[in-house]
């Protein structure tokens, strides 16, 4: 007979992971507290600041995505992948997709990018047309902790600021595992936590990052403990290494240049407020790591 898991309290491990999930969900939408901009709206700031969406340039990735690690972080990781053309790629969390469309761009392999919002991947798709990628990304609406892409195995896969809002991550570890070929590498972006606590402290302490996502959504661990659960679902740890200085050093970048722009432009004024919210909690509740780790 199965036995499900419970909390402490006595409530059902399922239950409160589907919280998780719609409070994740929640924070991430065109009219939630983050910045989540739909393929018109993006479409209209190419135009008005002259951008090509399907040029691999950062001022592109910079208006589609607010990822902490910004365009030379995610690069890097993908270089660390050793990714060809040819490569049938994973990205477990994928978000709104602008890591995926940015790989397709770089190196033209192909991607399929899993996400728990359907609001995520319908705008994923629609942006993907936008950045002449659409061939190349397949986006696919999965619980990470619920994987299951049938017989597809990959040559590398990627998690980009991922996985500190997951519930259970050995299984979701264990789930992108079995999807991958023997020896295929998985890199991770990651937000860690502080010195002080997680991101859920934060929504108290650091009044400037309160209200930017939903309450209790963050499940942030150690750059160690990470790579205990990679160990134990059959990863061997290549390198892992902190990122927190560097991370620091190119949001306060990225808010300087934002505070330069007119500021009557709502993403621009959106945008200042999300990063110095952002920078308020760092170290002392979110630190950054980056891990590659081999299929064992």
Excluded at 24 to 42: N, W
Excluded at 62 to 86: C, K, M, P, W, Y
Excluded at 205 to 226: K, N
């Amino acid at each position: 007979m199965r036995t499900e898991a419970v909390r402490p309290d006595g409530s059902p491990a399922a239950a409160r992971d589907a919280d998780l999930i719609d409070r994740v969900i929640q924070s991430y939408r065109p009219d939630g507290p983050f910045m989540v901009l739909r393929a018109k709206e993006l479409q209209a700031i190419y135009t008005q600041y002259r951008l090509d969406p399907r040029m691999p340039v950062p001022a592109v990735f910079a208006v589609e995505s607010l990822a902490h690690f910004l365009q030379d972080g995610i690069t890097a990781l993908f270089r660390a992948l050793n990714l060809t053309s040819d490569s049938l790629v994973l990205s477990v969390g994928e978000g709104n997709g602008a890591p995926s469309r940015l790989l397709a761009k770089l190196v033209g392999c192909r991607i399929v990018g899993v996400d728990v919002s359907p609001l995520q991947i319908a705008n994923a798709r629609e942006v993907a047309r936008v950045h002449g990628v659409g061939h190349l990304v397949e986006y696919v609406q999965q619980n990470a902790s619920a994987l299951d892409l049938g017989a597809q195995r990959f040559d590398a896969a990627y998690f980009n600021e991922t996985m500190c809002h997951w519930e259970d991550k050995l299984t979701a570890l264990r789930r992108t595992r079995a999807h991958l070929k023997p020896k295929a590498l998985l890199g991770i972006n990651d937000w860690l936590r502080g010195r002080r606590g997680t991101l859920n402290d934060a929504y108290e302490a650091v009044p400037a990052f309160r209200g930017l996502y939903q309450p209790d959504v963050w499940r942030q661990i150690s750059l160690g403990e990470t790579c205990r659960l990679l160990e134990e679902a059959g990863f061997q740890v290549l390198r892992a290494e902190e990122r927190t200085d560097l991370v620091d050093r190119g949001l306060k970048r990225r808010l300087g240049e934002l505070q330069r722009l007119p500021q009557n432009d709502e993403p621009v004024r959106r945008g200042v407020r999300y990063y110095e919210g952002m920078l308020a909690a760092h170290y002392d509740y979110v630190c950054y790591g980056r891990v590659i780790a081999r299929a064992a």
